[in-house]
């Protein structure tokens, strides 16, 4: 199975300050159609998850424009322009370039 | 909108069988691949398995291959887990989840889960 690595996998933030997470995976997810199968999602506390990007960098319909993915291959970026108090939460990369899908680990992002 | 309702969720023993059910309603359930993908307690997220939209195709994770079976019903806009021969490694919150169509295994909306709990 693709390896999905997080980091950092907590991150504590300042109120309007950035954020930015790092997935990284164990194989190219670059499929043979020639797409990057990487999506970025949200969990609050006592929700289900909320996708926020797919195709590493398109965003989906209602999620603040704050929110950017970018990267390519194995490298993929989650960036918060400036964190507000609703962000809190778990935040998760997926590949579904190969099967079966996996997640990265989760970075827990606070508001300090 | 897109809702989808998860149940049947429980606490069973080891060995037993217990079966899901996802309702699904706001969008054209028969034209949607469908997955399911379960949460342990505390833990990260795990793909259990995805079913094609007319149910012809399906493929499983191993830790549950040969255990679980997926199955719809397209004319109830009903997904089904199957879970046989239960372990407690299966104690999960399980989802299920639309697949968007745009893509590869493109998981969009999520239902609220149901907690299956394996234990003696």
């Known amino acids: 199975d693709v390896v999905m690595t997080q980091s950092p996998l907590s991150l504590p933030v300042t109120l309007g300050q950035p954020a930015s997470i790092s997935c990284r995976s164990s194989?190219?997810?670059?499929?043979?159609?020639?797409?990057?199968?990487l999506i970025w999602f949200q969990q609050r506390p006592g929700q289900s998850p909320r996708r926020l990007i797919y195709?590493?960098?398109n965003r989906d319909s209602g999620v603040p424009d704050r929110f950017s993915g970018s990267g390519s291959d194995t490298d993929f970026t989650l960036r918060i322009s400036g964190v507000e108090a609703e962000d809190a939460g778990v935040y998760y990369c997926?590949?579904?370039?190969?099967?079966?899908?996996?997640f990265g680990q989760g970075t827990k992002v606070e508001i300090k | 909108q897109v809702h989808l309702v998860e149940s049947g969720g429980g606490v069973v023993q080891p060995g037993r069988s217990l079966r899901l059910s996802c309702a699904a309603s706001?969008?054209?359930?028969?034209?949607?691949?469908m997955h399911w993908v379960r949460q342990a307690p505390g833990k990260g997220l795990e793909c259990v398995g995805v079913?094609?939209?007319?149910?012809?195709?399906?493929h499983y994770a191993d830790s549950v291959k040969g255990r679980f079976t997926i199955s719809r019903d397209n004319s109830k806009n009903t997904l089904y887990l199957q879970m046989n021969n239960l372990r407690s490694e299966d104690t999960a919150v399980y989802y299920c989840?639309?697949?968007?169509?745009?893509?590869?295994?493109?998981?969009?909306?999520w239902g609220q889960g149901t907690l299956v709990t394996v234990s003696s």
């Open positions: 194989q190219s997810l670059v499929h043979s159609d020639g797409n990057t199968y």
């Open positions: 079913t094609s939209d007319d149910g012809g195709e399906k």
């Open positions: 195709r590493v960098s």
């Open positions: 997926m590949q579904g370039a190969h099967w079966p899908p996996t």
């Open positions: 706001g969008f054209t359930f028969s034209s949607h691949a």
């Open positions: 989840a639309r697949d968007r169509g745009d893509g590869y295994n493109s998981i969009d909306n």
